[in-house]
């Protein structure tokens, strides 16, 4: 049997990554400001995306990035702390989740 | 759909949906930033048995800014004003964190009757009561569950059911000799409680403060 492809369509997913496998049935995995899924988008925002990222803290808690800011753009200077663990938020640079690089690095091998 | 209605929404059904915290929220009228959420006094603590009723408001910046609560339920407790249902607890103000949810701050409440702070009181006398005779204290606040929490009836062991006529020398936590003393001397009953109240009249307390200093106080029109 001889099979001719003669038209194909990539579908792709994206996440964004928050540090841990990806859960459907774990309700944990929303912003904890606007209680909306991090793979939506902040409640003022329409569309999720590169508009409306994620944004990570040195500590290691998640944020949609909007909603973070409002809340440290409203506080005084020596109280702009996590939400979670009161620590002073400092936003990480970059952080990829160790599970995401284990997973980059399998497909490279 | 505006994001706080949006997150207000989702808190009501979560706690609808989660019957073991024994936390309820109700609506008081057509506005979703109004309600009204309970919950059963703590165990093990003079609220044991009654269940505390809390108007809780919305603030329009919610959840930057935090959720307005005040006791419905009267309560006997250092940090609730025993005239206004006013709280006096940190999350409540400067300590608010955005990630609070009205679960969570309910919750706060029930713990803060478990451990009172009377070193930063909202009732200044309620506070005093508590230091000077904690025993003394807890019998009020029983006192207090028993007629509007709904709670036991301290004086029925078996636990009666709840009503009863309101005794005022115990609502204001005092010992009945005391006040039949000075209602002896011709004041009048109301004005007595209301002066050995305020002065602190309970434990240890009796014998530093002279029969002079309270009648004194009585006569002040």
Request: charged share 30%; proline share 7%.
């Given at each position: 049997?001889?099979?001719?492809i003669k038209n194909w369509?990539?579908?792709?997913?994206?996440?964004?990554?928050?540090?841990?496998?990806?859960?459907?049935?774990?309700?944990?995995?929303?912003?904890?400001?606007?209680?909306?899924?991090?793979?939506?988008?902040?409640?003022?925002?329409?569309?999720?995306?590169?508009?409306?990222?994620?944004?990570?803290?040195?500590?290691?808690?998640?944020?949609?990035?909007?909603?973070?800011?409002?809340?440290?753009?409203?506080?005084?200077?020596?109280?702009?702390?996590?939400?979670?663990?009161?620590?002073?938020?400092?936003?990480?640079?970059?952080?990829?989740?160790?599970?995401?690089?284990?997973?980059?690095?399998?497909?490279?091998? | 759909?505006?994001?706080?209605?949006?997150?207000?929404?989702?808190?009501?059904?979560?706690?609808?949906?989660?019957?073991?915290?024994?936390?309820?929220?109700?609506?008081?009228?057509?506005?979703?930033?109004?309600?009204?959420?309970?919950?059963?006094?703590?165990?093990?603590?003079?609220?044991?048995?009654?269940?505390?009723?809390?108007?809780?408001?919305?603030?329009?910046?919610?959840?930057?800014?935090?959720?307005?609560?005040?006791?419905?339920?009267?309560?006997?407790?250092?940090?609730?004003?025993?005239?206004?249902?006013?709280?006096?607890?940190?999350?409540?103000?400067?300590?608010?964190?955005?990630?609070?949810?009205?679960?969570?701050?309910?919750?706060?409440?029930?713990?803060?009757?478990?451990?009172?702070?009377?070193?930063?009181?909202?009732?200044?006398?309620?506070?005093?009561?508590?230091?000077?005779?904690?025993?003394?204290?807890?019998?009020?606040?029983?006192?207090?569950?028993?007629?509007?929490?709904?709670?036991?009836?301290?004086?029925?062991?078996?636990?009666?059911?709840?009503?009863?006529?309101?005794?005022?020398?115990?609502?204001?936590?005092?010992?009945?000799?005391?006040?039949?003393?000075?209602?002896?001397?011709?004041?009048e009953r109301g004005k007595?409680?209301?002066?050995?109240?305020?002065?602190?009249?309970?434990?240890?307390?009796?014998?530093?403060?002279?029969?002079?200093?309270?009648?004194?106080?009585?006569?002040?029109?």
């Amino acid at each position: 049997m001889k099979v001719t492809i003669k038209n194909w369509n990539a579908i792709a997913q994206w996440r964004w990554d928050i540090g841990k496998e990806f859960d459907e049935t774990d309700d944990e995995d929303l912003c904890g400001i606007c209680r909306v899924a991090y793979e939506g988008c902040c409640p003022r925002c329409k569309m999720p995306g590169d508009d409306c990222p994620v944004l990570w803290g040195e500590c290691g808690h998640v944020y949609h990035m909007h909603c973070i800011m409002q809340w440290i753009e409203q506080q005084p200077p020596n109280k702009q702390n996590c939400p979670m663990d009161r620590k002073p938020w400092i936003t990480a640079e970059r952080k990829t989740a160790n599970t995401a690089t284990q997973q980059t690095q399998a497909v490279q091998s | 759909m505006d994001a706080r209605l949006r997150r207000v929404n989702k808190e009501i059904a979560d706690c609808k949906n989660d019957k073991s915290s024994k936390i309820q929220l109700d609506l008081v009228d057509e506005s979703p930033f109004h309600l009204k959420g309970s919950f059963p006094g703590p165990e093990g603590t003079p609220y044991e048995g009654g269940r505390f009723e809390v108007d809780i408001r919305i603030p329009d910046s919610y959840p930057f800014q935090p959720l307005k609560m005040k006791f419905i339920t009267k309560v006997y407790h250092p940090n609730v004003s025993s005239a206004s249902g006013a709280i006096c607890l940190d999350i409540l103000k400067d300590q608010w964190s955005p990630v609070l949810t009205l679960k969570s701050t309910l919750i706060s409440l029930q713990s803060l009757l478990c451990s009172p702070e009377p070193d930063d009181p909202q009732d200044a006398e309620v506070a005093k009561h508590y230091m000077t005779s904690r025993s003394s204290f807890e019998e009020t606040a029983r006192y207090w569950t028993h007629i509007y929490a709904g709670g036991p009836d301290p004086k029925a062991k078996d636990g009666g059911s709840g009503g009863g006529s309101r005794d005022e020398v115990a609502m204001a936590g005092l010992e009945k000799a005391h006040v039949d003393q000075f209602e002896a001397l011709g004041f009048e009953r109301g004005k007595v409680i209301d002066v050995l109240r305020r002065l602190n009249y309970r434990g240890a307390n009796v014998t530093k403060i002279t029969e002079d200093r309270v009648v004194e106080e009585l006569l002040k029109p």
